[in-house]
């Protein structure tokens, strides 16, 4: 959708027109701007353009004000009116073209300076291009006719604004800042105030309903906020696209050209001492504001790359509130923000405004180091593991050794547990934040890091005077200063002050500001040295459960190896046992054979009486038989079970027997899984292996065979 200019009065179009030149000054000049190719040689025989083309191209128009309208033109331009003003135009050889806007009552005089400029850049050119010049000086009646409203009209078609807002305030011009991912900046204006703002569209249809009624409320919220050290939030609305088929939504924010903090660190490595505090105040300064609305506002991405500075003034403003949230009841509850920055409760989406002092101390560590936070880490699960257990970045011990009180403030900053943290507050009235201007008396703690391990309650404390105002009065030199003893425990401040002025070592008008410092000194002495003391209680308890871990796992690591040896031992009391077992099972096996081998020669010769007493009518053939049959089941039968192995093809058992018979010895394999003991031995029979009275006692053998395997089966199976 294209927006002209025609829906603004008279004045309002005038004051975009200046704006939108003002802007083109503040651009910064590109290799290849369209008027680079009108600079040519002093040999170059072409002629110039005319100078009015050469100013519609030109972006490097500069003016005296922001809504000057009064312009003045000399007579050697074209001639036009343009609201009532004229415009004076003096173009050079190789020069940019300048657009001087004088005031009016000084018309005349311009004028000639102006004609005056032309003559002598006229006789210092060439022939042929001191002719040009004459035409360009002396144009015919035609090129008079041409009205320079033409040339404000093409700035105007130029710039010319593809959008608004709804209420007509916010205009959208067709040059894109910067993109994220679902977000593309544009430039904008505010028509009210001729302020270039940013206009953000942020397309709606990757956040769902439920986000999109919470952003509504964080931009309603944003909306009030409005602090030196906040980038100013104006205005959002909802749109559709050109097809109405999807949603987005603009926001209008404070525009800041100047780069980020996390741009200034990487081109500048070390910071000045000075700037940093100055920095961090501005810093804490806008946290302060947040932390101190009702409810508090949680901003929960603070990092270098959401605060920007504006390099003219060197001021410094949060940015990038769309993450901030109403603490609506006693905790914030989702899991927002940059894993370097996060502070361990984040992650257990349990947080209130402690979270935005860590991130704090994480940037103020980045900016005295120049490193990115845990940079040493590769996955945000490593980051992870090192915050919830309170492991610093590695980049904490290179702080500079000059700066131990910027260790310390860092060191309150990201504690693990939020309550021992610093808050917003305690921060601002820290003595390193403090400008020197404002305070010319510090009290400090001597060996104040070795007092913080002591349990001694008498501290050492020395009285240092800047102001060399003050140092007159103290009779002080530059370096010198009064030491003296406090007892956190017994001494009073007020007591200790008054004894330093009945000895005349400090004067009695500054009595209430010095017992001021020393008990804000010694309170967070205090507060710090419990800290300390609780943090090497819990080291100490630390090592002490690393000790019995290790003692434990040292334990269970000889009762493994106890166990295994025991086991190893069991197991070969298992296998001889089973050995044992075994030959048990094979010589009771061959008893077992033995008997019934007896038993067999013993049957037949029973056989026959029984027969002869029962049967009256037993003739000689009879007994005939019976005494054949007598000497075939005489015969000796024997089965030995040569060994036991496994078929490569059908991975079953094999067993290998020797059936030795009266006349005869047979090798041969069976499977106990598959085969069956008559069926092997009516094979054997087929073959002539053995005699019709042998099969059974074949057949008797092969079962026992296949029972005692299957019990050695079960043995070691258990």
Not at 268 to 283: A, G, M
Not at 418 to 445: C, H, N, W, Y
Request: hydrophobic share 35%; glycine share 4%; net charge negative.
């Amino acid at each position: 959708m294209h927006v002209g200019s025609n829906w603004l009065s008279g004045e309002e179009r005038s004051r975009l027109e200046a704006v939108q030149r003002d802007w083109r000054l503040s651009r910064p000049a590109k290799a290849f701007a369209p008027w680079n190719r009108y600079r040519q040689p002093s040999g170059d025989k072409s002629v110039k353009p005319n100078v009015t083309a050469l100013r519609n191209e030109s972006p490097l128009v500069h003016q005296q004000s922001l809504f000057e309208r009064n312009r003045i033109a000399a007579k050697s331009s074209a001639h036009a009116v343009t609201s009532g003003t004229q415009t004076t135009v003096v173009p050079r050889k190789g020069a940019d073209i300048v657009l001087k806007a004088p005031e009016v009552e000084k018309v005349e005089e311009e004028t000639s300076t102006s004609d005056e400029v032309v003559e002598s850049q006229t006789s210092a050119l060439p022939p042929k291009e001191e002719e040009a010049k004459k035409k360009e000086e002396h144009p015919p009646a035609t090129e008079d006719k041409q009205p320079e409203v033409q040339d404000d009209d093409y700035d105007a078609e130029e710039e010319k604004p593809i959008d608004k807002s709804p209420d007509g305030r916010f205009l959208k011009f067709d040059e894109e800042l910067g993109r994220g991912s679902f977000k593309t900046v544009y430039r904008g204006l505010d028509t009210e105030t001729g302020v270039a703002v940013a206009w953000c569209e942020l397309q709606e249809s990757k956040l769902n309903k439920v986000e999109r009624q919470r952003f509504r409320e964080e931009a309603e919220m944003l909306k009030d906020l409005q602090h030196p050290n906040i980038v100013r939030f104006y205005d959002y609305w909802e749109r559709q696209d050109h097809a109405g088929k999807r949603k987005y939504i603009v926001l209008v924010t404070e525009l800041m050209t100047s780069g980020t903090l996390k741009m200034y660190l990487k081109r500048f490595k070390r910071i000045n001492i000075k700037v940093l505090k100055s920095w961090c105040r501005q810093i804490l300064k806008g946290l302060s504001f947040l932390h101190s609305r009702n409810p508090p506002v949680i901003h929960r991405d603070l990092k270098c790359d959401n605060i920007f500075i504006t390099g003219t003034t060197g001021s410094v403003k949060i940015g990038d509130l769309g993450l901030a949230t109403l603490k609506n009841k006693s905790y914030a509850k989702s899991v927002i923000g940059t894993p370097e920055f996060m502070a361990p409760e984040m992650y257990e989406e349990m947080y209130d405004e402690s979270v935005d002092v860590y991130a704090f101390g994480m940037c103020l560590l980045e900016m005295v180091t120049g490193e990115y936070p845990y940079s040493e880490c590769q996955f945000p699960a490593q980051i992870y593991r090192k915050v919830t257990t309170g492991v610093k970045p590695e980049c904490f011990n290179r702080i500079p050794q000059q700066y131990p009180e910027i260790r310390e403030i860092i060191d309150r900053c990201i504690r693990v547990r939020r309550e021992e943290r610093s808050t917003v507050k305690q921060l601002l009235a820290d003595d390193f934040f403090m400008p020197e201007e404002l305070i010319g008396i510090r009290v400090e703690i001597k060996n104040r890091d070795a007092d913080l391990n002591d349990v001694n309650t008498e501290i050492q404390m020395q009285l240092r005077v800047f102001d060399e105002k003050k140092r007159k009065q103290y009779r002080f030199k530059e370096n010198e200063g009064l030491q003296f003893a406090f007892d956190i425990e017994s001494d009073k401040a007020e007591e200790v002050v008054q004894q330093m002025i009945e000895q005349q070592h400090i004067p009695d008008e500054d009595t209430r500001m010095i017992t001021k410092l020393i008990k804000d000194k010694v309170e967070a002495f205090k507060r710090d040295r419990e800290f300390r003391h609780a943090e090497i209680k819990r080291q100490r308890e630390e090592e002490a459960r690393k000790l019995e871990e290790e003692a434990i796992r040292t334990e269970m690591q000889l009762r493994a190896k106890e166990k295994e040896r025991l086991e190893k031992e069991r197991e070969a009391a298992a296998a001889a046992a089973a050995a044992a077992l075994l030959e048990q099972q094979l010589h009771q096996q061959q008893q077992q054979l033995q008997i019934q081998q007896q038993q067999l020669q013993t049957a037949p010769q029973k056989l026959p009486t029984a027969t002869v007493d029962g049967e009256d009518h037993a003739d000689m053939q009879t007994g005939t038989h019976l005494d054949a049959r007598h000497k075939k089941t005489k015969r000796k039968i024997v089965i030995e079970v040569l060994r036991v192995a496994s078929d490569d093809t059908s991975q079953q058992p094999l067993v290998s027997c020797r059936l030795d018979t009266s006349h005869k010895t047979v090798t041969f394999q069976f499977a106990p899984d598959s085969d069956k003991p008559n069926v092997i031995a009516e094979k054997l029979l087929d073959q002539d292996c053995l005699t019709d009275p042998q099969v059974s006692i074949v057949v008797e053998q092969l079962e026992r065979v296949i029972e005692v395997r299957l019990l050695l089966l079960c043995f070691f199976s258990k």
